[in-house]
């Protein structure tokens, strides 16, 4: 498989911005493992913030893409898309795959051995970044690597954007931003005319890169970062430390389906679960902890 990646990683995210109406978003950072064993998983975290303007009033569907290895698999909790303010979690929406988006994505932004993952929020929401409202948006991905992935140097990619009408419209794949650049807004890359810009952009530094191990030697989250707890058919995940806090929390049935997956965004989380054994993983960056508890 061969590698890809760009010397300088320049990100921003601009969302839900009204054609009348000019804005500029930043993605304050990118928090991904680094270092991650063949047959793993690990999480992705991007936190946009408000920079300037205003997009109070500007509803419209969020778009998020990432472009990993081929063979890699890409999922999201059920609370992937986050809305903050002063620390706190305001709202939370499911993304779900859009097949059009992908196709948008993989059409546009080729490489070698990589392909893309698109997403989009369930419905048109008001984004609401701005200084006296949503202060910052999080999405939460967890991506795993396949046992029989080649060892070496990679590097993912992202791009971030928004929908106010629909996606059926997109039937030319082709590259317009004069006509839709508003599905990528920003991306950690170039774009295909040579420039780092589809819209207003400002510019931070991220490390989006990974190798990959042999070793499967790698870290857990510590036993006394968090608790789980059962509660009538469903599982209480309890946060007592940062190690735990935005770990992606997913619950198996005893034949090993996703019963219900969530990003910790606060003090306790509350995921469904199923009578009989049930798994609970915690996942946060590469490091990865397993309970087993029991709903009678």
Known sequence: MKTY??????????????????????????AQAHEVAAGG????????????????????YGCFGIRVPE??????????????????????????????????CNHRYPAEGY???????TQKMKHQLHKDLSD??????????????????????YVYGDEEDNFEKYTDLAWDKDHDNRLVETSTFKTPDGSSEHNTHTFVDVDTKIKV????????????????????????????????????VTVYNAAGQVVDSKVANSEVTTLKAQKGVNV???????????EKVVIK
């Open 5 to 30: 990646f760009t010397t300088r990683k320049s990100v921003v995210a601009v969302l839900a911005l009204m054609a009348v109406v000019t804005s500029c978003y930043t993605i304050k950072r990118v």
């Open 71 to 104: 063979g890699w698999t890409v999922t999201l909790p059920s609370n992937a898309y986050e809305q903050w303010e002063k620390g706190e979690v305001t709202a939370t929406n499911p993304m779900i795959a859009n097949e059009k988006y992908t196709a948008i």
């Open 41 to 60: 998983e690990f999480t992705s975290r991007s936190v946009v913030i408000y920079a300037e303007g205003d997009n109070q009033n500007a509803t419209s």
């Open 136 to 157: 910052s948006i999080a999405v939460n991905c967890k991506i795993q690597v396949p046992a029989g992935a080649k060892l070496g140097d990679y590097e993912i990619e």
């Open 213 to 248: 191990i042999e070793s499967s030697g790698l870290s857990k989250v510590s036993a006394d970062q968090y608790s789980v707890a059962t509660a009538d058919d469903a599982v209480l995940f309890e946060v007592k430390g940062a190690e735990a806090k935005n770990a992606i």
């Open 115 to 121: 392909v893309w993952y698109g997403f989009s929020t």
């Open 280 to 290: 609970v993983s915690i996942l946060n960056g590469n490091k990865r902890s397993v």
